[in-house]
């Protein structure tokens, strides 16, 4: 058997837990409409409703009237209620991650919830996807099973981001004002571009996060880097990267030896299983051993889907 399912406790404990987390994500991402505030001001005998935003900005709602009362009210008890919500999901989730520790719930590298919540916070979440070895973490949580160690080993995570969506990337970039390996730096500050491959950042521990991208089409700029940094990162052409680039998307809540959660999003199972087996077989100078732990791992994912663990 290339797994063993894990302790009916330890899969309950899942199911809690992760309904937990999405939740407190989806707060988090409501609250952030209700970051700022409201307040009127006076100037002279004119009376006026402003809003502000985290960042100080103000905006002018207009004239004290029973509707700019009435949106102030609105706003205040929304902003209220949601910052209460949050405060009790933020305990809930502590809670459950001091529980996925104690039953064993996960075994996620820390690294990677960090690089997860890194790109959740900046906001670029939505412009990649995890591929490769480490979507098997999302794979087994979501089938309640704990695949053998051998078929889970690296030293590397793949994120494919999507070209597809450059604009909306290029604007979030400018309003993040950062690059994207600031971005991982929040996860580790010991990442730094890695001498020679502009496409991968590595950690003083040697563990290499590479971007890759689909082979250039149409209008995809190329080459490209994520920001302005000269240090920072250059995606790299990947063969058939435009499969998973369009692929169905898979998402699970993957959670690490300490409790601690994150949601991971990568492709599909099938999705995975035909490229692993597509590299396995691929007659270039792929190394024999990635090759062979390709094809395992495409093997065991395609077993979890025909004892339908997975979908």
Known sequence: ??????????????????TIYQEFEKTKVKAKSYSGGMYWKKQGDYEYLVKTSIDNRQQRVGARSADTELAYREFIAKKTSVEERLRSLREAVKEAERLNKALKVGRAPSLLIDILHALHDSGL???????????LYAYETAAGVRIE????????????????KKV????????????????LQKADKTFVRKEGQNETAINAKGF?????????????????????DEDDIWPVQAMRASVLTSAPKFASVVVSSTGKMAILKTVSPQTFVEFKRWLADKADNRDPIKRRRDQRQADIVQKLLDARLLS
């Not at 909306?168 to 971005?183: N, P, R, Y």
């Open 1 to 18: 058997m290339n797994w063993i399912t894990l302790p009916d406790n330890a899969a309950r404990q899942w199911i809690d837990s992760s």
């Open 125 to 135: 979440a939505e412009h990649f996807t995890v591929v490769g070895t480490h979507a």
């Open 149 to 164: 160690q051998a078929a889970m080993a690296t030293l590397d995570v793949d994120l494919l981001w999507d070209v597809r």
């Open 168 to 183: 909306q990337f290029v604007s979030d970039m400018a309003k993040l004002d950062d690059s994207v390996l600031g971005v």
């Open 208 to 228: 290499e996060v590479d971007f890759l991208r689909r082979m250039q089409e149409s209008d995809d700029p190329h080459p490209f880097r994520f920001s302005k």
